[in-house]
């Protein structure tokens, strides 16, 4: 015969079914313990945001999803990052109620591995393999270091407005640090941002940094300014530190005609 259950809260309970024959004159009663399992899975991301190019191990949590902690968690589960695959996961427990694992994110930098204002947002997702029914999944993001888009000299040809790709953490400069060796490479183009008095760098933004040329500087549109390999991160301090790369200095986009004037007597002696 079958028997239908009352639905119930997740746990177990006592339950007592009684059993009359139509030729019985009393039912047959016995007790026993049901477990009742909530099967709805949902995936928990301690650290859901890692560098684009650092395969660092962090830990999840999956509840509702058993996997045995006696095989390897590639015959058991597929972990995926939107087209990428994890490069490892370990299962670290596993009970009815509360699964967590290690895993290792992919370098995400793949051709269709799109990035706005820094940040890669995919799904990562955790699938049994014997029933692809059973999946948990979360948001996780990549993100990229800053990279400079663009060195503009302003109409007058005394600043340098320096424009991220996205928000910076502005090279760790406090509002008093004005000096541009924090963010700039030390060499023969560096060096021509100063002379009687030294180049000052500012950050108005986390995305644009001023540079204010020092009296007598010789820096021309055209020569190229490198940023330091060091110094800039994303905002967020989760991105790994820019690349060294030189970045060519624009001209004004609207230049300031040069004008003259001459000035003297109006007579002159005869």
């Known amino acids: 015969f079958e028997l239908s259950m009352p639905s119930a809260s997740a746990g177990e309970v006592l339950a007592e079914m009684s059993v009359q024959p139509a030729d019985a004159p009393v039912p047959a009663t016995a007790s026993f313990t049901f477990s009742f399992f909530d099967d709805n899975t949902a995936l928990d991301c301690f650290e859901c945001r890692k560098p684009s190019s650092e395969g660092t191990p962090f830990r999840v949590t999956i509840t509702n999803f058993l996997i045995s902690t006696a095989l390897a968690a590639s015959d058991q589960i597929t972990v995926t990052f939107g087209s990428e695959g994890a490069l490892g996961v370990v299962v670290v427990s596993s009970t009815a109620t509360l699964t967590v694992l290690s895993i290792t994110p992919p370098s995400y930098s793949c051709a269709s591995c799109a990035y706005a204002a820094g940040e890669a947002a995919v799904d990562m997702g955790v699938v049994l393999r014997t029933d692809t029914s059973r999946a948990a999944s979360s948001r996780f993001s990549f993100w990229t ?98 690349r060294s790369a030189a970045t060519t200095v624009s001209a004004p986009a609207f230049r300031k005609e040069p004008s003259l004037s001459v000035s003297g007597p109006t007579t002159i002696d005869q």
Request: overall charge neutral; hydrophobic content about 50%; aromatic content about 4%.
């Open 145 to 242: 270091p800053p990279v400079i888009s663009s060195i503009a000299m302003n109409q007058l040809g005394l600043q340098l407005a320096v424009t991220f790709d996205h928000a910076t953490d502005r090279a760790g400069m406090t509002a008093t640090d004005q000096s541009c060796a924090h963010v700039f490479v030390a060499d023969a183009a560096f060096a021509k941002l100063s002379a009687i008095t030294p180049a000052k760098c500012v950050w108005t933004t986390a995305l644009t940094l001023n540079v204010m040329l020092g009296v007598g500087a010789t820096l021309l549109p055209g020569d190229t300014l490198t940023l330091h390999a060091t110094r800039v991160r994303s905002a967020n301090l989760v991105s790994l530190h820019s």
